[in-house]
T-cell receptor
Framework: AQKITQTQPGMFVQEKEAVTLDCTYD???????LFWYKQPSSGEMIFLIY??????QNATEGRYSLNFQKARKSANLVISASQLGDSAMYFC????????????FGSGTQLTVLP | DSGVTQTPKHLITATGQRVTLRCSPR?????VYWYQQSLDQGLQFLIH???????AKGNILERFSAQQFPDLHSELNLSSLELGDSALYFC?????????????FGSGTRLTVV
């Protein structure tokens, strides 16, 4: 079975600073994908970034980067130069080749960016 | 606009009633997934349809059912509703084999059972 753990229920960051949101995962499947989604207060789920288990380099998408440490089974999201609009709930999620492409989500981290 | 359309956006109904949530996937996507987001259970996978056929079931109650029609839109039917069914229900679609964009989620249907 797959499991995603996000140990930070809430985080605060000052505007323009960087912040790291933690995510650890557990799976016995050697082939898997890790995702981060953003959920603003309006409720929609917005895809941010993806990392495949066989990818050699850490994924980056604009101000978002994924710090992928395979041996530690961690996939932390780094947001650089935080903006007020980054205040939202952030979810880490995983699919595996054996999971019929269903996403397993973590419990989320509520990020608040302070002016 | 993500391209995945869910209707209605909000739904308030009484216990014991039945409701239907509708999802139109992004153009070209054959797969539709339903997820439930509740305060106590978090985000949970309910069911997956691919090109009209059920592919996988997650933690979906027997009171819930879904189908995907020939035009690829999907409906999630919730019956004998209980207070605990109040949640945000998401539909997501994807192209099989698309590796790095995951799923495209709709904006969700917020169901309130009173």
């Amino acid at each position: 079975a797959q499991k995603i753990t996000q140990t930070q229920p809430g985080m605060f960051v000052q505007e323009k600073e960087a912040v790291t949101l933690d995510c650890t995962y557990d799976t016995s499947d050697p082939s898997y994908g890790l995702f981060w989604y953003k959920q603003p207060s309006s409720g929609e789920m917005i895809f941010l970034i993806y990392q495949g288990s066989y990818d050699q380099q850490n994924a980056t998408e604009g101000r978002y980067s994924l710090n992928f440490q395979k041996a530690r089974k961690s996939a932390n999201l780094v947001i650089s130069a935080s903006q007020l609009g980054d205040s939202a709930m952030y979810f880490c999620a995983m699919i595996t080749s054996g999971s019929a492409r269903q996403l397993t989500f973590g419990s989320g981290t509520q990020l608040t960016v302070l002016p | 606009d993500s391209g995945v359309t869910q209707t209605p956006k909000h739904l308030i109904t009484a216990t014991g009633q039945r409701v239907t949530l509708r999802c139109s996937p992004r153009s070209g996507d054959l797969s539709v997934y339903w997820y439930q987001q509740s305060l106590d259970q978090g985000l949970q996978f309910l069911i997956h349809y691919y090109n009209g056929e059920e592919r996988a079931k997650g933690n979906i109650l027997e009171r819930f059912s879904a189908q995907q029609f020939p035009d690829l839109h999907s409906e999630l039917n919730l019956s004998s509703l209980e207070l605990g069914d109040s949640a945000l229900y998401f539909c997501a679609s994807s192209v099989v084999g698309q590796r790095d964009s995951g799923y495209t989620f709709g904006s969700g249907t917020r169901l309130t059972v009173v």
